[in-house]
């Protein structure tokens, strides 16, 4: 009887080590992800600075795709303004090298047909291409060789879509709802 009760005595201290272990994980992992949502509200709120703090678009769109860049660790980010017809989107702001030269060249993309870009500028809906290589409306840019995941977002003005803010990433599926 001795033995017997030593024996689950045992398996009860070891099944509380187990749980003591399994929820000591969960909090570790609640944490991290705790840590990662407060830096990326330090970052929005950086961006956010930003944008307060300069009138002038030539200077502050630069900047917000740098601070974008570098605070949430994306290979390329860019702003598309629509132009006076509404009927191209233009790029007119990138952090990357990539997007240096298409700035160059005077980039642009057709308003509802061509890459992800133009989709979103089209419909005003966000759109996110986890795996680039999967994706149909996705445009391989030979300026962004490197992109793997990507996700356009409508910037607007009230209710009127006036560009997007294009961001790439090296890695699939980059994106998730936060």
Known sequence: ???????????THDGLERMVEDRTSALLSANERNERRAKQFESIAQVARTVSSTRDLDVLLPQITAVISREFGFYHVGIFLLDAAKEYAVL????????QV???????LKVGETGIVGHITGTGEARVALDTGADATFFNNPDLPNTRSEIALPLRAGPETIGALDVQSTEPNAFSQE
């Open 1 to 11: 009887a001795f033995n017997t009760m030593t024996s689950r005595l045992q398996e």
């Open 92 to 99: 007119s702001a990138a952090n990357s090298p990539g997007g």
């Open 102 to 108: 298409m700035l160059g060249r005077g980039h642009r």
